[in-house]
């Protein structure tokens, strides 16, 4: 049973940084991809940014691009979410997620962090 655990999320203010973590267990991560998503309370979820655990390739949202790098490391099962120059509308919870690559859905999430960013 795939496993994913965030962690990192908490309060920063407007400018500054925070690094969230998703430890990932119960599968074999090399045929998945991991992604990042955020939700904000009375809208839907937001794709953030992805990574293929091999090869490491990766693509981000507009809205956070330039600002936020998404990484794994391959012997720890765990996958970064580095947040650069925080805005006040990044605020929201954090949630880590795992497809097989090729597939559409993303079949496994995680609890979420929140991560709230004040000006």
């Known amino acids: 049973q795939v496993q994913l655990v965030e962690s990192g999320g908490g309060l920063v203010q407007a400018g500054g940084s925070l690094r969230l973590s998703c430890a990932a267990s119960?599968?074999?991560?090399?045929?998945?991809?991991m992604g990042w998503f955020r939700q904000v309370p009375g809208k839907e979820r937001e794709f953030v940014a992805r990574?293929?655990?091999?090869?490491?390739?990766?693509y981000y949202a507009d809205s956070v691009k330039g600002r936020f790098t998404i990484s794994r490391d391959n012997a720890l099962n765990t996958v970064y979410l580095q947040m650069n120059s925080l805005k006040p509308e990044d605020t929201a919870v954090y949630y880590c997620?795992?497809?097989?690559?090729?597939?559409?859905?993303?079949?496994?999430w995680g609890q979420g962090t929140q991560v709230t960013v004040s000006s």
């Open positions: 997620a795992a497809r097989v690559v090729g597939g559409g859905n993303y079949n496994y």
């Open positions: 119960g599968g074999s991560f090399s045929r998945f991809v």
């Open positions: 990574i293929n655990w091999v090869g490491g390739s990766t």
